[in-house]
């Protein structure tokens, strides 16, 4: 399947090991696991900068295979989750600073095109988002409130 904005088709992807069960040399138990996800979710990290860390400094490549769940509904069932989806908050975030890019540098008609496509992108994924619940009905992205959304 083709790319959104761009004319890329490829494929390429990392592949996720076939056993859904922990490793054998790890050691750590899912309690243990849990307390630290939430702890780390304490100190402002997103649930894809806690899988990275995990698989970096701990050794656990899949915390759904440790755990039985995933790090965001383990994130949820503390309290701890986010009220935007990470990936809906990446992208104001971006055109945030593409528009502030845009108040000093007026000219930048390639920055304007892609303002509009990261735009496009923030709406098709609030309208997903408002379909499955995830963030309330009246949600609606305005970019002159946007940075308050971010901030």
């Not at 995933?70 to 600073?97: F, M, Q, T």
Request: net charge positive; proline share 4%; aromatic share 6%.
């Amino acid at each position: 399947m083709g790319r959104m904005h761009s004319k890329g088709k490829g494929i390429s992807k990392s592949a996720r090991p076939y056993r859904r069960t922990p490793p054998t040399w790890l050691k750590t138990s899912a309690a243990d696991v849990e307390k630290h996800i939430c702890k780390l979710a304490k100190k402002g990290m997103t649930p894809s900068q806690i899988g990275v860390i995990l698989r970096d400094s701990h050794g656990i490549a899949q915390v759904k295979s440790v755990t039985g769940t995933k790090v965001l509904r383990l994130l949820k069932k503390n309290g701890l989750a986010a009220a935007l989806p990470e990936d809906l908050y990446c992208l104001i975030k971006k055109a945030v600073s593409v528009r502030k890019h845009l108040e000093k540098n007026r000219k930048d008609k390639d920055s304007k095109f892609r303002l509009i496509l990261i735009e496009s992108r923030i709406h098709r994924l609030a309208r997903y988002y408002k379909r499955t619940k995830t963030v309330p009905a009246s949600f609606k992205y305005e970019s002159a409130t946007a940075s308050t959304l971010v901030a």
